[in-house]
């Protein structure tokens, strides 16, 4: 129903930046929650970031706040991530999400392969 695939990641250095793209096909994409999740080795996969239908309403995991900022164009069918400020800790596979509605935080329904983020201390 929904193809997702996520672009950007790579190797910087901490304090950094890095931004990430998402490009959905299938289902109309303008009608989709947004979310961006990442998941580091040995650990759960966690929630980053999500945006709304329009983009008028975002969220962030307290550990980004500040410092990441999610976007979306409809009429690219892109959604982004723009991380600055990177840290280590900031290092995992970071998955592009995608839902027809819902809490921003929870439950989406189909999801990208991931793409590589590694900062360097």
């Known amino acids: 129903q929904v193809q997702l695939v996520e672009s950007g990641g790579g190797l910087v250095q901490a304090g950094g930046s890095l931004s990430l793209s998402c490009v959905a096909s299938g289902r109309t994409f303008s009608s989709y929650v947004m979310g961006w999740f990442r998941q580091a080795p040995g650990k759960e996969r966690e929630f980053v970031a999500a945006?709304?239908?329009?983009?008028?309403?975002?969220d962030y995991a307290d550990s980004v706040k500040g410092r990441f900022t999610i976007s979306r164009d409809n009429a690219k069918n892109t959604v982004y991530l723009q991380m600055n400020s990177l840290k280590p800790e900031d290092t995992a596979v970071y998955y592009c999400?995608?839902?027809?509605?819902?809490?921003?935080?929870?439950?989406?329904?189909?999801w990208g392969q991931g793409t590589q983020v590694t900062v360097s201390s």
């Open positions: 945006i709304s239908w329009r983009g008028g309403s975002t």
């Open positions: 999400a995608a839902k027809n509605t819902g809490p921003l935080r929870y439950e989406y329904d189909y």
